[in-house]
């Protein structure tokens, strides 16, 4: 089991930053990698980034690449999200995730692949 929960989320406004974190505990021995994902209203749940647990590589959306950075802290057990630049389409609310089964090629891009899910934090931009 592992449990997450996101923080760092609020107002900004558009070409501004925010930083979100996800704090992770329990079997961390268990994570392959970690991702964020976001929803906005009406919408599907969509891939943003995923860093690996034990070599920091990183995937990013075309859609987030050049504006968003995701990093870990494995001492720390935390996975943060740096969102630089941001635009109202930006605005959804944002969870981070564990995969712990190993997933390889594009399936990693899906949320199915992940077992473990925080509770979602919100992201607001304006124009």
């Known amino acids: 089991q592992v449990q997450l929960v996101e923080s760092g989320g609020g107002l900004v406004q558009a070409g501004g930053s925010l930083r979100l974190s996800c704090a992770a505990s329990?079997?961390?021995?268990?994570?392959?990698?970690m991702g964020w994902f976001r929803q906005a209203p009406g919408k599907e749940r969509d891939f943003v980034a995923r860093?690996?647990?034990?070599?920091?590589?990183?995937y990013y959306a075309d859609s987030v690449k050049g504006r968003f950075t995701i990093s870990r802290d494995n001492a720390k057990n935390t996975v943060n999200l740096q969102m630089d630049s941001l635009k109202p389409e930006d605005t959804a609310v944002y969870s981070c995730?564990?995969?712990?089964?190993?997933?390889?090629?594009?399936?990693?891009?899906?949320?199915?692949?992940?077992?473990?899910w925080g509770q979602g934090t919100q992201v607001t931009v304006s124009s």
């Open positions: 995730a564990a995969d712990t089964h190993l997933v390889i090629g594009s399936h990693i891009y899906t949320a199915r692949a992940y077992e473990y």
């Open positions: 329990g079997d961390m021995k268990s994570v392959y990698a």
């Open positions: 860093i690996t647990w034990s070599g920091g590589t990183t």
